[in-house]
Structures are given as structure tokens and as C-alpha cells.
């Protein structure tokens, strides 16, 4: 870290590229709150950058929803110490984690860090990568994941779509939009479906692809009793309905809502896995 503090002075002392070094904080490195951020940030505030790539929370897991907030102060305080605007942050949403569970109503570990990762795209100008379908169960205990290929392609994609004009690149895979309920079951909509919506299998590094006569899993359905159950779901006319036969009058869905959601299979046809999500705030 001395090296590099030492190579930034010499070229920000030089003019090569700004006139006027930043100051280094005393004690820039150890541990703390602020000891990280001191030592691998502050030094190069003044340094001009296109945007941040942010892939990190799996020590925040049993936060939950206070991670939004955290989000939200980094990327901010980001933006002002650079003076830039708003420049892109795009984030990677956490992969899968540890054993499966047959618990219909999920919301236990990570689950809630991410919710708090697909809230972080209200701050203008982010975009987040999901990336729920690359660890095999194989190494479901690896709490840092083999496959970064595939991280590093949804990454580039919205910066491909964002930041250099590649509109025609669908960015994200599809993040729900809205609910209706009708006749006992529960249509969902969703925005960046791409070119439709479809039930994918992924493998390994390989691009996802349809899976033919394939069935949505990872959907569960509860009535106003909040009792969840897996539900079957259908993708209907760019939609899915969700349903079950033990609830008759549901009022909420949730989708890929845990630790490890493995199996979760939603797709736009771009490739892209549906975010993890809930309809609910029980």
C-alpha cells in the first residue's frame, strides 16, 4: 500500500496528473471504521475514474435491510469526495451460500442482504449483477465463488448498455415490477424482460438457455394467514402466474427468497437471472 501511496504522490507532485496532491490522513492503515476507506480510497480522490465496481456484503449478512443504508452513505459519500456527480456504481448481488432449504417461506441468512442489494438501485445511476445461478452445489460452502466469469460479464453489461451506448444490450436480467391477483392466483410483472421471458438452465460458464418443457421453481404463495407454500408458476404472455392448490385466496409471492436458492430458474431470454425477490414485508 506505501508503494502505491508513494507512486501517486510522485506523479501528482510531477503535474502528470493533477496539480495539487490530496492529503494523506494520519494513519491510514489498520483496522477501524475508517481505516480501510484511509488507505485504499482517500489517496486517489483527486484522480479522475469512470465509475466503481462493487462486489462485497457477504460480512454483512445478517444485517438485512440496514445494508441499503450503508449502500447508499458509501456510494454517496463516493460521488462527493470525487466530485464527478453521479458517476456508475455497479454491484454485484450475493451468489448462493450453504445448504438448501425446504422452507417455503425462505428469508433466513442472505436473503434480506440481497433485497437490501435490488433496494440499492433506487440510487441513481446503479445497476447490479445477479449472479444466483453460478455455484453448483458442489461448492455451496465456498463463500468465495469460482466462477467470477460470468460476475465479470453481467458487470460489463450494464456498463456496455449505460456508459457506451450499447443500447441494444439488455443489461439485467428481470427484476419485478408488480403484482395482480385474479382468480386465485398471482400475476407478476417484471421489468428488463428483454425479449420474453423464459425457464433457463444454466451450466457451469456456459451462456444460460432455455430449458425446454422446463418448470419455474424457487416460487412460493401465501394467503393473508401468512403460511407460504411452494407454488407452481407458469410464464404467461411475458408474466408468470403463481398458484396453489392449499391457497385460495393468495396475497403474496416470494421468489428464490433464500440462503441459498438453488434451482431458482427464471430467465429473460437474454440469458439473464431474475433477481430474488418478495412482494410482501412480513
Do not use: C
Not at 470525487?82 to 432449504?101: C, E, H, K, T
Not at 460476475?151 to 456508459?163: I, K, S, T, Y
Amino acid at each position: 500500500m506505501e508503494a502505491w501511496i508513494a507512486l501517486a504522490r510522485r506523479q501528482l507532485a510531477s503535474g502528470s496528473l493533477i496539480s495539487k496532491p490530496p492529503v494523506i490522513p494520519a494513519n491510514p492503515g489498520g483496522e477501524g471504521w475508517s481505516g480501510m476507506y484511509n488507505a485504499m480510497i482517500h489517496p486517489f480522490v483527486h484522480l479522475p475514474i469512470k465509475g466503481a465496481l462493487w462486489y462485497q456484503g457477504e460480512y454483512n449478512g445478517a444485517e438485512g435491510t440496514i445494508y441499503y443504508e450503508k449502500m447508499r452513505a458509501l456510494i454517496g459519500g463516493w460521488r462527493k469526495v470525487w466530485g464527478q456527480g453521479d458517476f456508475p456504481f455497479y454491484f454485484v448481488q450475493l451468489a448462493n451460500f450453504q445448504a438448501v432449504s425446504e422452507d417455503s417461506a425462505g428469508g433466513n441468512g442472505w436473503a434480506k442482504l440481497r433485497e437490501a442489494q435490488t433496494k440499492a438501485l433506487t440510487i441513481p445511476n446503479t445497476g447490479m449483477a445477479v449472479i444466483i445461478d453460478t455455484v453448483p452445489l458442489a461448492e455451496r460452502d465456498d463463500i468465495h465463488p469460482r466462477n467470477k466469469y460470468d460476475v465479470g460479464m453481467r458487470l460489463a453489461r450494464w456498463a456496455l448498455n449505460r456508459d457506451y451506448g450499447q443500447k441494444q444490450l439488455e443489461a439485467s436480467g428481470p427484476l419485478f415490477k408488480v403484482l395482480k391477483i385474479e382468480d386465485g392466483k398471482i400475476r407478476l410483472a417484471f421489468d428488463h424482460t428483454g425479449t420474453g421471458l423464459m425457464v433457463g438452465k444454466k451450466e457451469g460458464r456456459n451462456p444460460a438457455v432455455e430449458a425446454p418443457g422446463g418448470k419455474l421453481k424457487q416460487f412460493a404463495i401465501a394467503g393473508a394467514d401468512r403460511k407460504w407454500f411452494w407454488a407452481d408458476a407458469v410464464i404467461v404472455n411475458n408474466t408468470v402466474t403463481v398458484s396453489s392448490p392449499a391457497v385460495n385466496e393468495p396475497v403474496a409471492v416470494r421468489y428464490a427468497f433464500q440462503m441459498n436458492p438453488d434451482g431458482a430458474n427464471l430467465y429473460n431470454r437474454e440469458g439473464l437471472p431474475a433477481s430474488p425477490f418478495r412482494t410482501d414485508d412480513w
